[in-house]
């Protein structure tokens, strides 16, 4: 079955002044359709196609003849989570109970977690994601980067919020002030209702 590219989950203009119309429309319509069409195209006659995107995207990306593929797909993979990270006056320390416990045990708190999380996102050289994920095997939260469209999921590891960190996710809202861009998502835009419910689905196991 072809992937197609998801409805955003809100209005273009939803997000502004911390994401405008502008990007979304760039980065919804053109970028994430891009992945979309050419992940289509290139995984036309791999054997992967009656897949699941996950296990799609984990095949590609444990086989080093796919890099292609695998950069369509998990670049798929992960903007359908990411537009689902982000909601109107999101952010902020307003996290769920059990979510927010499991922050504070395993990362130190929201506080810590906020900067760990901007910083890793700061400094990923180039395009790539910073993530909060969960290791399949232990259950603890770890903050991790990965380059271009890497992600937790390739490394044994099921993602619960991740921020592209791609420049055209913030060059037209804040020129080449990454940081800035890291400080508003995290404060003024993360879904922490869609990171709660990723988080009690529990550890995902995909079979390479
Ligand atoms: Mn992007």
Excluded at 67 to 78: D, E, I, K, P, R
Excluded at 108 to 120: L, P, S, T
Excluded at 186 to 206: Q, S, T
């Amino acid at each position: 079955m072809a992937f197609t590219l998801p409805e955003l989950p809100y209005a273009y203009d939803s997000l502004a002044p911390y994401m405008s119309a502008e990007t979304l429309e760039y980065h919804h319509d053109k970028h994430h359709q891009a992945y979309v069409d050419k992940g289509n195209e290139l995984i036309a006659g791999t054997g992967l196609e009656g897949l699941s995107l996950e296990e799609a995207m984990v095949k590609a990306y444990k086989d080093p003849a796919k890099a292609g593929l695998f950069n369509q797909l998990g670049q798929h993979y992960n903007h359908i989570h990411f537009w689902n990270w982000m909601k109107r006056d999101g952010g902020g320390k307003a996290l769920p109970g059990a979510l927010d416990k499991k922050i504070t045990e395993d990362l130190g708190g929201f506080d810590a977690f906020r900067a760990d999380f901007i910083k890793k996102g700061i400094g990923q050289f180039g395009s790539g994601w910073a993530w909060l994920a969960q290791d399949s095997a232990s259950g603890k939260l770890e903050i991790i980067g990965t380059p271009n469209g890497e992600n937790p999921l390739v490394n044994g590891k099921t993602p619960l919020l991740g921020c592209d960190v791609w420049e055209h996710s913030y060059y037209i809202d804040y020129r080449n002030a990454r940081p800035k861009y890291l400080e508003a998502w995290v404060d003024h835009l993360v879904n922490w209702d869609y990171v709660a419910e990723l988080f009690e689905k529990g550890p995902l196991k995909i079979a390479a």
